[in-house]
């Protein structure tokens, strides 16, 4: 078998990997690069074959919706195949709603969906997605099966959200059998470590700041679908969850198609915003989620500055960056703080992971740090490949 990182050895993002063996060759990922101070758009991928050219590509799979991993399959050309997650499918389809999205969304309206632990069979590979906890809900890794050969990408993944108990245990049973590569996302090799708050801690939080402010303004990512049903169950009884349409359409497509699977997805209680909800939101209180815009900032000001606190529940590096406007949007109420947890796993899990999986190979991708994974993993295991480097294994 041969992989080949198009892109994300040495940067988070952008993301594109290729497994080939002699008969058939898939893709897993098309990212567009995070925006960076030094180069705001993302280079267009290429690969040939894939985005151009002639040359045959069995299939592209996607772990999860988040652009870094999706927004160049608008590049992909339109005969080849490309699989994802059921809910994946749904959400993106919501989202794209821009003109510049069209092309974007006209492929993904197109793509075939997969089911968890269901295999998938492209020529002489058989790749198998599982399950994974990401602030991305419906996120997967694949275990990729060849020539007697046995890879798994894990796609971005942590431990410390509501489902990241299930993946260790899923390790001692279908990963049990020896792997050859672990291609493993390094988020937070390069960023702070120490334990992570959980999900569970954060809701916790969010209880406490109710009870203490009546106006509660939560400003998270729209597609965090857990966090914004966490905080939703966390509103006590006579107050209100206020969402967007958008964010309310988001929510009833998590509870038709997970609400079986956990009380978490089902039965949300929410209202969207409108003025003539006032004077009964300023009596009783609320949890609204909140965008950084001219419109929330308006609403944010008809109530009392003193009883109020927005939560920045999104990553820092997006408010310290420069040009960022979410600093002065914070300045909207009379106080914040921040109520985050990373969608990443912490470098303790990523070390206990190898440990557990024991692989032969472990190839850093989606890490600003590579070289730093050597804190954590045998430096004899570590394959540390350049972007379009192909690997034989
Ligand atoms: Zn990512
Ligand atoms: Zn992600």
């Not at 190898?354 to 590579?370: D, F, G, K, R, S």
Request: net charge positive; with cysteine; glycine share 8%.
């Amino acid at each position: 078998m041969q992989i080949t990182i198009h892109r994300g050895t040495c940067q988070i993002g952008g993301l594109a990997v290729e497994i080939r063996t002699a008969n058939t060759r898939i893709i897993i990922d098309m990212g567009e690069e995070l925006p960076s101070e030094h180069k705001p758009f993302s280079t267009p991928l290429s690969i040939p074959g894939v985005t151009c050219g002639r040359g045959a590509c069995a299939a592209v799979l996607l772990t999860h919706y988040h652009g870094d991993h999706c927004g160049q399959l608008k590049n992909l050309r339109k005969e080849i195949p490309l699989y994802m997650g059921r809910l994946t499918k749904e959400v993106l389809l919501a989202s794209l709603t821009r003109k510049e999205d069209f092309p974007l969304k006209t492929r993904v309206a197109q793509a075939l969906t997969f089911l968890p632990a269901q295999p998938l069979v492209f020529g002489d590979i058989t790749v198998t997605p599982f399950w994974v906890d990401h602030s991305a809900c419906d996120s997967y890794m694949f275990l990729v099966e060849a020539e007697g050969k046995r890879i798994l990408h894990t796609g971005d993944f942590r431990l410390h959200g509501f489902r990241g108990k299930a993946l260790p245990r899923f390790i001692q049973g279908r990963l049990k059998q020896p792997l050859d590569a672990l291609i493993l996302e390094g988020t937070s090799l390069s960023r702070s470590d120490g334990t992570p708050v959980t999900e569970r801690q954060l809701q916790q939080a969010a209880k406490s700041y109710m009870k203490q402010y009546p106006y509660v303004f939560v400003l998270a990512a729209s597609t965090q679908l857990e966090r914004m049903c966490a905080l939703a169950k966390a509103v006590p009884a006579g107050k209100y969850f206020i969402c967007d349409e958008y964010q309310s359409r988001l929510l009833d497509l998590l509870q038709q198609q997970w609400g079986a699977l956990s009380p978490l997805y089902r039965n949300i209680k929410k209202v969207v915003y409108g003025k003539n909800l006032q004077h009964r939101l300023e009596e009783r209180g609320f949890l609204m989620m909140v965008r950084d815009n001219r419109n929330f900032r308006a609403i944010i000001r008809r109530f009392d500055p003193a009883r109020s606190v927005i939560l920045y529940s999104m990553w820092d590096g997006y408010r310290t960056r420069p040009g960022s406007s979410l600093g002065r949007f914070l300045q909207s109420a009379g106080r914040w703080a921040p109520l985050h947890t990373s969608g990443h796993a912490s470098r303790q899990d990523l070390k206990k992971m190898i440990e557990q999986l024991n692989p032969a190979y472990v190839l850093p991708v989606h890490t600003e740090a590579p070289q730093a994974l050597k804190i954590i993993c045998p430096i004899e295991k570590i394959k540390w490949l350049k972007d379009g480097e192909a690997w034989v294994l």
